[in-house]
């Protein structure tokens, strides 16, 4: 049975029990010490008040030893005052003993005093009158026999007080057998927590430090005793080992992916090609010349434009598949990134002022050449431009910022940064607008940034991407810097 338990069970269980065992020791312990203290308690309230009478009692009964005697000798009335006055105070101490008894044998033996010392008032008072009447013989007689009974009486008082000790040493080894019991328990409960300890420290030696152990003894021998430095050092091991391998394996399926998803576009791409370009030229001839050839109202001539102007997108959409599927062939050759960025400019200028927007380049001197494609970089930078442009529509700003730096991985780099002032890139698409038929516009093909990032891919460079909404997108592209252009600009 216990063998069928899972490890963790079987170390739960022996922990709840070392748990409960001590709490049960606890709430033990925590009983002894209330009943202790009740005893002791009892023994200070009851048992000491009820001894406290009974020596009260016998000190007033021995207090009215000799006034009796000293009376006949003289016959001083003074004596008789002090006599009656620790009468008096013997019948208190009386009250007091049979209020505070405990058990019947004590009860039993004050009614015995009472009862004793009422015969011993009455035969010392007959011993009185006869002293005041001039009989001394007779009243020595009787005076003899009130010894008796006074003496009888102090045997009753020293009985009450022996009852008073036998309550009190009854308590006492009630409380010791409760001791002994209490003793026994805990010594019980100790065994029982040394018995678990070991179980559970059987437990963890041998089925869990044990193959700790041995697992940390597969690569790298331990330290004696320092067995779990190694563990955690397997562990840290293992951990960035299983962390580089998921990494990989999200690229793996990243480039799976995107090599599906460009196989389908290869296939869509060569369809598209030989199914309409050619009879979208044809169109585009024919519709060329009968707007030249034809009398057209003002209607007529819209609707003609508009007709041109879709058969334009259409022919657009077709080269941006054409050109995603079967990217030429780069023609690397030494170029400056402010080279391109100026060319750029020059070829987009009417439709940067179409849209209203204004261009500003930061730059602190020309950046050192760099292998790459003049052409694929120009179009790279122009994708990045109307992309800002059409995140704009009432106009703008866009800042190119030109710099150099050092990168881990790359060495010496040139960096080139697009930031416009428009609305922002939503942090719940970031991490999709590299993904190829992606867009948000309702024309758009969703190939622009994905052709960006497989020109900058292909040149050996990064390209990064800083938004946030409401306040514009910075696009950053990083390219290797030429070992020759970087000595010769050192």
Avoid at 282 to 302: D, I
Wanted: a neutral charge.
């Amino acid at each position: 049975m216990w063998q069928r338990l899972s490890l963790r069970t079987r170390i739960l269980l022996l922990l709840a029990a070392l748990v409960l065992t001590t709490l049960a020791g606890g709430l033990v312990s925590f009983w002894h010490n209330e009943a202790t203290e009740q005893v002791f308690t009892s023994l200070a309230d009851r048992h000491l008040a009820a001894f406290q009478a009974a020596e009260e009692l016998e000190n007033a009964l021995l207090r009215q030893k000799g006034y009796l005697t000293y009376f006949f000798i003289d016959g001083q009335p003074r004596w008789l005052e002090e006599l009656e006055r620790h009468h008096q105070a013997f019948l208190r101490a009386l009250d007091k003993a049979r209020a505070t008894a405990l058990t019947s044998p004590m009860t039993d033996v004050i009614a015995q005093i009472g009862e004793r010392y009422q015969v011993y008032h009455q035969t010392r008072g007959g011993v009185i009158d006869l002293y005041r009447q001039g009989r001394k013989e007779e009243g020595w007689r009787h005076h003899q026999e009130a010894r008796g009974h006074y003496g009888a009486i102090m045997d009753l008082c020293g009985r009450l007080k022996l009852a008073h000790d036998y309550a009190i040493s009854r308590t006492l080894s009630e409380n010791r057998q409760r001791v002994r019991l209490i003793n026994t328990l805990t010594t019980g409960a100790l065994i029982t927590v040394v018995g678990l300890g070991a179980l559970l420290l059987y437990v963890l030696f041998r089925q869990i430090l044990e193959p700790l152990r041995r697992l940390a003894q597969d690569d790298t021998p331990a330290t004696p005793g320092d067995e779990v430095t190694a563990v955690s050092r397997r562990m840290k091991t293992l951990k960035e080992d299983i962390d580089q391998a998921q990494s990989q394996l999200e690229k793996s399926q990243e480039s799976l992916l995107q090599a599906e998803k460009l196989a389908l576009v290869g296939k869509l791409a060569a369809g598209v090609a030989h199914s309409i370009r050619n009879p979208l030229t044809s169109v585009k001839m024919r519709l060329f010349s009968l707007g030249r050839h034809l009398n057209l109202t003002p209607t007529q001539k819209e609707d003609l434009e508009v007709i041109s102007q879709e058969i334009r997108h259409i022919d657009t959409i077709v080269r941006s598949f054409l050109e995603f599927s079967r990217p030429p062939k780069l023609k690397m050759q030494p170029v400056s990134l402010s080279e391109v960025v100026d060319s750029t400019l020059t070829l987009l200028r009417q439709r940067l002022d179409s849209y209203g927007v204004a261009v500003e380049v930061q730059r602190s001197g020309r950046l050192p050449e760099t292998q790459g494609d003049p052409e694929q970089l120009k179009e790279m930078l122009v994708n990045l431009l109307l992309n800002a442009c059409e995140a704009m529509p009432r106009g703008g700003r866009i800042m190119i910022r030109e710099g150099r730096g050092q990168m881990a991985g790359l060495g010496p780099v040139v960096r080139l940064t697009v930031q416009d002032s428009g609305p922002g890139i939503p942090a719940s698409i970031r991490d999709k607008i590299f993904q190829p038929f992606f867009s948000t516009k309702e024309e758009g093909t969703g190939l622009g940034l994905p052709i960006v990032k497989r020109i900058v891919t292909e040149h050996g460079g990064l390209i990064q991407v800083d938004s946030a909404e409401g306040r514009g997108a910075a696009f950053t592209i990083t390219l290797p810097l030429r070992e020759e252009a970087e000595a010769v600009s050192a």
